[in-house]
């Protein structure tokens, strides 16, 4: 009735289990003084049994059952000396001793209990804490999951476009090549009436237009099996007579803006295996883009040169710097570069982009670098023996 009481209104169960206990020790401590000195042992091994049995029952702060043993053994020593001639010693000899081993030992129990149980409650709290942030995690988890499904879907869609537009594209530029072709062919035919200059550009847009027709069979090979490398035709060739090509095809474009390509191309034969047209493109590229950074009245220098087994090509401009931090972005991504002079037009770095990972692809190697001296671009391929 009492622990409904105080459950009912919230009071400390403690104060209860303390009002209990000490009724127990007060009727204790009056009992001893009434028990015959022979049954004396059997009263304290029972008393100290009602003890025992309260803290094994109990729970609460063992420092609670520590002062109830004392006040208990205080109630004993006190109605023992009030109501009993005998002295202490007679107390303690004749079941005393019991007692108090007894009340020592119930002491421990209530600290153990505790122990384990506040050992338990915090391994539950920090399990829940942890299952806390786990749900968090999990939540976390399904978003970020969730964001990467709809990014997905994103990049299917646009690789879907991708491809309709490569589709549509290649379809599109393999007609503008026929055409290409096809109205250079009919010019071949009155050859009679071309200067041999004339013959000779006639020569270059069916060299260029065929180079196109098989790099855009190349590609639309590497879309059609979705796959992300290039099959090279690797051949062998001369690669001087190749690069000496390429700076002919662009004599015009540099004289456009007046830049003179000085020609310091080996004379003799060097043979490569690699794919002719993708190194020539790598030439092209690289050459073009310097004639396009180049300001104009300037001097360009193109050198090949047999190093170590390797054949070495050198783009030199000594004219202003692009900047290395420039070549670099140009070099690794697309990336459009605007110079707030405008001294310099507008630059598109796809280009150099492309014959870096196309050289780097048929085992050569591309490098650059632009300081006070001006721009230098470099690119070296093995020489078969």
């Known amino acids: 009735m009492l622990y409904n009481l105080f459950q009912r209104n919230n009071y400390n169960y403690r104060i209860l289990l303390h009002f209990a206990f000490l009724s127990v020790s007060i009727i204790g401590a009056m ?20 003890v025992l049995f309260f803290n094994v029952q109990v729970f609460w702060e063992p420092i609670n059952s520590v002062i109830q043993a004392l006040i208990s053994l205080v109630l004993l020593g006190i109605f023992f000396r009030a109501f009993n001639d005998n002295s202490i010693e007679f107390f303690v000899t004749n079941g005393g001793q019991f007692f108090i081993i007894i009340t020592v030992i119930s002491c421990l129990i209530p600290n153990a209990r505790y122990k384990v149980l506040e050992r338990e409650v915090r391994t539950q709290l920090l399990l829940e804490k942890s299952n806390n942030q786990l749900k968090d995690q999990y939540r976390d988890i399904i978003q970020k999951n969730n964001i990467i499904d709809e990014q997905y879907e994103r990049l299917r869609k646009m690789d879907e476009q991708k491809n309709s537009f490569i589709n549509i594209a290649g379809h599109d530029l393999k007609n503008l090549i026929g055409s290409i072709i096809m109205s250079n062919n009919m010019v071949k035919e009155e050859d009679y009436r071309l200067s041999s200059d004339q013959r000779e550009f006639v020569d270059y847009i069916a060299q260029s ?43 015009e474009t540099a004289q456009m803006k007046n830049i003179q390509l000085v020609d310091n191309i080996l004379k003799l034969p060097l043979n490569v295996r690699l794919d002719k047209v993708f190194a020539g493109q790598v030439f092209q590229n690289l050459l073009s883009n ?58 598109l770095g796809l280009g150099l982009s492309i014959a870096k990972l196309m050289a780097q692809d048929m085992g050569g190697d591309l490098t650059y670098r632009s300081d006070d001296d001006g721009n230098y671009f470099r690119v070296e391929f093995n020489v078969i023996s």
């Open 290 to 347: 310097a004639i396009k950074f180049s300001q104009t009245n300037n001097k360009i220098r193109v050198v090949t040169t047999l190093q170590h087994q390797k054949f070495v090509l050198e783009i030199i401009d000594k004219g202003t710097p692009i900047g290395q931090e420039e070549l670099d972005l140009m070099f690794n991504k697309l990336r459009t570069l605007n110079d707030a002079s405008n001294s310099f037009e507008s630059r």
């Open 31 to 50: 009992l001893s003084t009434l028990v015959d000195v022979q049954q004396e042992n059997i009263f304290f091994l029972s008393y100290g049994a009602i």
């Open 209 to 251: 237009a065929e180079k196109m027709q098989y790099m855009l069979s190349k590609l639309m090979d590497v879309k059609e099996i979705d796959s992300p490398e290039i099959k090279y035709n690797l051949e062998i060739f001369d690669i001087n007579a190749e690069v000496y090509h390429v700076l002919r095809g662009l004599v």
